[in-house]
T-cell receptor, first 112, second 111 residues
């Protein structure tokens, strides 16, 4: 166990809806990164948050947004859901400047 | 693309045999990491090798890195059925603050 938790475990939504996924980072970690993993693929970087601000973003549209809170937990919000958004969403916490990221168990999102 | 590419995509071996997976990448890196994933669950960090290292061991795992060829290999010795999982390499490119993952190798160890 990495100490990183995510909720919910599974989620089913329909096209056009909005979703919020949550991540609690490992104690002492100040950085959270979010990844999207489509079926059969490797994780793709969405964005990273450090000290409550976005600190890097991958090739994802603006309808993917996030927040980081003072306790370093984080949310990933996706608006106007599309079928292709169906994936496992992983968050990873780390200490800024450290090489290693600790991943949570993921949230499986299905968009119908 | 900065994404690592694993080879083979799938590997099936008998318990007790060794398993070797390879990873190639395209950019200069700070380090390369290997992760394991069971049945679409979270990623488990296995080992990290820095750009100035050539080989690293951890238990039954041996990782090599050749920065001139931009490639790495993961060797799992004396495999067990419990090693059945997907294995991903992830590069930490210079100038980036995130990891770039490959598409993974699906390892099946037959008891």
């Amino acid at each position: 166990e990495t100490g990183v938790t995510q909720s919910p475990t599974h989620l089913i939504k329909t096209r056009g809806q909005q979703v919020t996924l949550r991540c609690s980072s490992q104690s002492g970690h100040n950085t959270v990164s979010w990844y999207q993993q489509a079926l059969g693929q490797g994780p793709q970087f969405i964005f990273q948050y450090y000290r409550e601000e976005e600190n890097g973003r991958g090739n994802f549209p603006p309808r993917f947004s996030g927040l980081q809170f003072p306790n370093y937990s984080s949310e990933l919000n996706v608006n106007a859901l599309e079928l292709d958004d169906s994936a496992l969403y992983l968050c990873a916490s780390s200490l800024q400047g450290s090489d290693e990221q600790f991943f949570g168990p993921g949230t499986r999102l299905t968009v119908l | 693309s900065q994404q690592g590419e694993e080879d083979p995509q799938a590997l099936s071996i008998q318990e007790g045999e060794n398993a070797t997976m390879n990873c190639s990448y395209k950019t200069s890196i700070n380090n390369l990491q290997w992760y394991r994933q069971n049945s679409g669950r979270g990623l488990v960090h296995l080992i990290l090798i820095r750009s100035n290292e050539r080989e690293k061991h951890s238990g039954r795992l041996r990782v090599t890195l050749d920065t001139s060829k931009k490639s790495s290999s993961l060797l799992i010795t004396a495999s067990r059925a419990a090693d059945t999982a997907s294995y991903f390499c992830a590069t930490d490119p210079i100038g980036a603050n995130n990891l770039f993952f490959g598409t993974g190798t699906r390892l099946t160890v037959i008891p």
